[in-house]
């Protein structure tokens, strides 16, 4: 009895899943947001670039913030022939303490950013902390959001940073939030290789 019960009910779920996916017809690249205060937006994004190049599409990832080469992801994926990496940051504001060369940092890294949305031969793109450009005001938003609107229709990009722009979040098709509940360098846990970098 209790059997029948619970094939009944995953008949009826399978029913409305398959509907679901019917109905889901539109082929194109989406823009995907990973936002909020806990840890793993980055790492997220480049488990999404694993599974893209695990299907022969072709990659970049440019780094708006960071300014380290000798992070776990970026040796494992820097000489992989479908990903290119750029990193394009001096690190974090309270490090190079230069409002002036974090902009001109940003700028260069826009650039870059700019190009490779206007092109097709990229299936997806990462720009990895690009929302903070907009918090901190070293960049205008408008022009990304208009080249992101104008990119290659099958072209998937990923942004993520802490806070994003209300104008990001109007355009984005998918927005997810990592919440932060407990940390353990709050705890006095020193950041390791391999957990944090």
Known sequence: MRD???KAKMAS????MDAK???ATEERGVLILLKGNGKGKSSSAFGTMARSAGHGKRCAVIQFIKGR???GEYKFFKDHALIDWHVMGHGFTWETQDKQLDILA???AWALAASLLKTSHYDLLIFDELSYMFKYEYLPVEPVISALTKRPRDQNVIITGRTMAVELQGIADTI???HDERHAF???VKAQEGIEY
């Open 69 to 71: 080469t000798e992070t």
């Open 176 to 178: 997810s939030v990592v």
């Open 4 to 6: 029948d019960k619970h």
């Open 186 to 188: 709050r705890q006095g």
């Open 13 to 16: 779920k399978k029913a409305v």
């Open 106 to 108: 940003a700028e260069k």
């Open 21 to 23: 996916i019917a109905s």
